[in-house]
Nanobody, 121 residues
Framework: QVQLVESGGGLVQAGGSLRLYCAGS????????MGWFRQAPGKQRESVAG???????NYADSVKGRFTISRDNAKNTVYLQMNSLKPEDTAVYYC???????????????WGKGTLVTVSS
């Protein structure tokens, strides 16, 4: 089993920045891909950004150029630097992981409980 714990969410004004953290533990050696997902009220969960253990990244079009995902394999931690935040970025952000190479929501095997990001206008 793999446990994922997110932190770093909060309230920020539009145009501001936040950095999210996801710490992994347990059978983390089995993990290849880690990613960030978000779910706004009344909407489906969507992919935000993902990264493989080799450093290959993937971003949703809506966050390209504003968000950066990174990973420290030695610390089993993945980060999401979010800049130029917009009110539409408001959502619960989840960290997830799988042993494969897919970045999709359905491919993820393990999920954290989420951290709330609120962007005020």
């Amino acid at each position: 089993q793999v446990q994922l714990v997110e932190s770093g969410g909060g309230l920020v004004q539009a145009g501001g920045s936040l950095r999210l953290y996801c710490a992994g533990s347990g059978s983390i050696f089995s993990i290849n891909t880690m990613g960030w997902f978000r779910q706004a009220p009344g909407k489906q969960r969507e992919s935000v950004a993902g990264i493989t253990s080799g450093g290959r990244t993937n971003y949703a079009d809506s966050v390209k150029g504003r968000f950066t995902i990174s990973r420290d394999n030695a610390k089993n931690t993945v980060y999401l630097q979010m800049n130029s935040l917009k009110p539409e970025d408001t959502a619960v952000y989840y960290c997830a992981a799988n042993s494969g190479r897919s970045f999709s929501v359905k491919s993820m095997d393990y999920w954290g409980k989420g951290t709330l990001v609120t962007v005020s206008s």
